[in-house]
């Protein structure tokens, strides 16, 4: 896996490419000269453990011949407060599922993912507390 990281302006205004081609982009924080352009480096690394749940979520319930119709999932992130680093301390990640859903089956989903096979929540669980919970819509 390779990423390559380069300069948009003359702050902190970055790009990020794959070996695919795709991009995104990345800024400072307004305290420290950011323009608001992008997302902040630890905003990307919450999205990046919401990707990851649910596109596992998403890969199990299709397992389990489950009518997932969409999801939407919320992540609320604290950090270190007057830290350097500020790491995060706790991550709640919430799920909304839309569609005749067997609630048994979202809980395993979820718990599967969360618990054993997302990588970015191993990693980031060595210095935060991750909760989950969900809530099922169900839809004509």
């Known amino acids: 896996m390779k990423i390559e990281i380069r300069r948009l302006d003359q702050a902190f205004y970055l790009q990020a ?5 795709n991009t995104t982009e990345t800024d400072g924080a307004a305290e420290i000269g950011g323009s ?3 997302m902040r480096p630890m905003q990307l690394l919450l999205t990046s ?4 749940s649910t ?3 998403i890969h199990f319930l299709n397992k389990q011949r489950q009518p997932l119709q969409d999801i939407r999932v919320t992540l609320d992130g604290e ?15 919430h799920f909304d599922l ?6 048994k089956k979202v809980t ?7 618990e054993k096979y997302c990588s970015v929540a191993r990693i980031v669980e060595k210095t935060a ?3 989950w919970g969900y809530a099922i819509h169900p839809t004509d």
């Open 17 to 21: 490419t794959n070996e695919s081609g």
């Open 36 to 38: 608001g352009k992008a």
């Open 49 to 52: 453990l919401g990707s990851c």
């Open 55 to 57: 596109i596992d979520v």
């Open 79 to 93: 950090r270190e407060q007057d830290k350097t680093p500020a790491l995060f301390t706790n991550i709640h990640v």
């Open 98 to 103: 839309y569609g005749p859903l067997d609630e």
């Open 108 to 114: 395993k989903a979820i718990d599967l993912s969360m």
């Open 129 to 131: 507390r991750i909760t």
